[in-house]
């Protein structure tokens, strides 16, 4: 597991929405799916799982699609939820 980071990680706990939402990205998930899990709206979780990607935190393993894009923690992203499970 990568080591974690701790701009990182204080970036994700300062944020409600962004602390409760890196809990529900499991292996591979869809907006759809982490939204229905999370609670939050689909706009709030895309918002959210954008900002991921901009940091590192989470990747798109299919960008070029419309709809059902798929979604999944990197290594830095699985040691900042690890944490925050703590």
């Known amino acids: 597991m990568a080591k974690i ?8 706990i ?3 929405q962004r602390r409760n939402i890196i809990k ?7 907006p759809t799916q ?3 899990k ?3 709206s689909l706009n ?7 900002e991921f990607i901009s940091k590192g935190i989470a990747k798109c ?3 070029k699609q419309k709809t059902g894009r798929l979604y999944v ?5 699985k040691a900042i939820k690890s944490k925050i499970a703590e």
């Open 14 to 16: 300062r944020g409600k």
């Open 24 to 30: 529900y990205i499991k292996d591979t998930d869809t």
């Open 61 to 63: 393993l299919n960008p």
């Open 44 to 50: 709030n979780t895309s918002r959210v799982l954008n």
């Open 73 to 77: 923690l990197t290594n830095k992203g």
């Open 38 to 40: 999370s609670g939050y």
């Open 5 to 12: 980071s701790i701009k990182g990680y204080s970036w994700v």
């Open 34 to 36: 982490i939204s229905a």
